[in-house]
């Protein structure tokens, strides 16, 4: 996919889900278990994945693990079996030395764009960051990413993300802070920089439906986030295809508010708000477990799991959301994605 293709399909706004991890008792890389989830996504009516991000656990890259290249290929091959363009986004991080190596990865297995994490350069001056994400975009398309601190992101400025919208490689940004100050920096940097070929994506998984349907005025100009590349949306992925296609461009409506604080309810048992987000990727698991795609909640690290009433509260949405779940879907397709 050249540049300009990339360009254009993500300018269209795409559903992408951040792509978790199968795992099993032992907590070793479950590769059919990989696969299926990957089959799930493509057949849910997604326009792309992001592998290697938080949502797949940062902890794949550790040399005793050596997941970070198995996970990848995997979710390619599935990728490329698809009869549908899909972007092929894999995560970046780390230092520079790090970074660079992965990127080339990326190159190698044929991912389109690289979502660069800055986490790991939380004393860094903008300068530096600067210097870093131009490295990287000198490798391959990047998308940014505005991570928020309490997961392992670093506050980012105005003034970084207008030097960052001048980055002729940059395709995309995945506007994450939960916070509504820092995702209206990043839109008016945008508009501010004049570039219309960057799309925006929401990565808030607390906010939405009302993300995709603000219209953003700045300086007497107007830019829409037209996209959602999120951890929640590994779960109940066929409605959240039909979600973004029901609210992409759209105008505020009292029903479609009204949905937007229904997911928003979700996403707050999946991601367990109430406690700091530390069940965050064990509450994604425990949905996909209960639908039979993954056969346990395991992490990498022990110490990830569910906090004390998360799981009533996973329970509560479920029961008061069915229109929001796509349980049926997955049991009508699950032994094909299994084989």
Avoid at 42 to 70: C, D, Y
Wanted: glycine share 8%; proline share 4%; hydrophobic share 45%.
């Amino acid at each position: 996919m050249v540049n300009t293709d990339l360009r254009e399909l993500l300018l269209e706004g795409l559903a992408i889900p951040a792509h978790p991890l199968a795992l099993t008792s032992a907590r070793q890389l479950d590769e059919r278990g990989q696969r299926a989830l990957t089959r799930y996504y493509i057949a849910s009516g997604i326009g792309g994945l992001a592998v290697g991000v938080h949502t797949t656990q940062f902890a794949i890259r550790n040399p005793k693990i050596g997941l970070f290249r198995p996970v990848l290929e995997l979710a390619a091959e599935e990728m490329a079996r698809s009869t549908t363009p899909l972007v092929r986004i894999a995560g970046v991080c780390g230092q520079q030395k790090q970074a660079i190596k992965e990127a080339n990865l990326l190159c190698e297995l044929d991912y389109h764009a690289a979502l660069l994490s800055l986490g790991a350069l939380k004393e860094a001056s903008e300068d530096t960051l600067i210097s870093h994400c131009r490295s990287i975009a000198e490798i391959i398309p990047i998308i940014g990413f505005y991570l928020q601190p309490s997961v392992g992101g670093r506050v980012l400025s105005y003034g970084f993300w207008r030097r960052f919208a001048d980055i002729a490689n940059v395709v995309a940004i995945k506007i994450a802070p939960f916070n509504r100050y820092q995702t209206q920096d990043v839109v008016r940097a945008v508009i501010d920089s004049g570039r219309d070929d960057i799309a925006l994506y929401t990565g808030n998984d607390d906010n939405i439906v009302a993300d995709f349907l603000t219209p953003f005025p700045f300086a007497g100009k107007e830019k829409r986030i037209i996209g959602g590349l999120l951890g929640h949306w590994s779960v109940w992925t066929k409605r959240a295809v039909e979600l973004h296609q029901r609210c992409h461009r759209a105008k505020a409506t009292p029903d479609l508010l009204r949905l937007g604080v229904e997911v928003t309810d979700c996403n707050a048992a999946f991601f367990d708000a109430a406690n700091g987000f530390h069940g965050c990727i064990a509450g994604l698991h425990e949905v996909l477990r209960r639908q039979g795609l993954v056969k346990g909640i395991w992490c990498l690290d022990e110490k990830e799991t569910l906090s004390p009433g998360q799981l009533a509260e996973i329970d509560r949405v479920y029961t008061a959301y069915p229109h929001l779940n796509d349980d049926d879907f997955i049991a009508e397709h699950l032994d094909t994605w299994l084989r």
